[in-house]
């Protein structure tokens, strides 16, 4: 089994910042792509960010120059840095991730949900 871990949401006022940090553990042979999504109440899930296991990201329109994944992957773990943020940043912010395991699969898991509420 796998497991991804988030931590680092809250509450926090417009134009101020939060650091996302998602750990995985498990029956891991290799993380592949990891990323951050995001639903916002009474809207679909969102892409918000990926990154490869060689370091190419990928960003959403709506957080370019605002926010910067980035992943350890010593540590198996990846990070969301949001800066500036908008209230419209608000949502639940999940984790994402393509493992390779020792059984030679690749399987997709995601976190619990962190929440991040911007206020104005």
């Known amino acids: 089994q796998v497991q991804l871990v988030e931590s680092g949401g809250g509450l926090v006022q417009a134009g101020g910042s939060l650091r996302l940090s998602c750990a995985a553990s498990?029956?891991?042979?290799?993380?592949?792509?990891m990323g951050w999504y995001r639903q916002a109440p009474g809207k679909q899930r969102e892409l918000v960010a990926t990154?490869?296991?060689?370091?190419?990201?990928n960003y959403a329109d709506s957080v370019k120059g605002r926010f910067t994944i980035s992943r350890d992957n010593a540590k198996n773990t990846v990070y969301l840095q949001m800066n500036s943020l908008k209230p419209e940043d608000t949502a639940v912010y999940y984790c994402?991730?393509?493992?390779?395991?020792?059984?030679?699969?690749?399987?997709?898991?995601w976190g619990q949900g962190t929440q991040v509420t911007v206020s104005s």
């Open positions: 990154i490869t296991s060689s370091g190419s990201t």
């Open positions: 498990g029956s891991i042979f290799r993380l592949d792509t």
């Open positions: 994402n991730a393509d493992v390779s395991r020792w059984n030679g699969g690749v399987y997709k898991y």
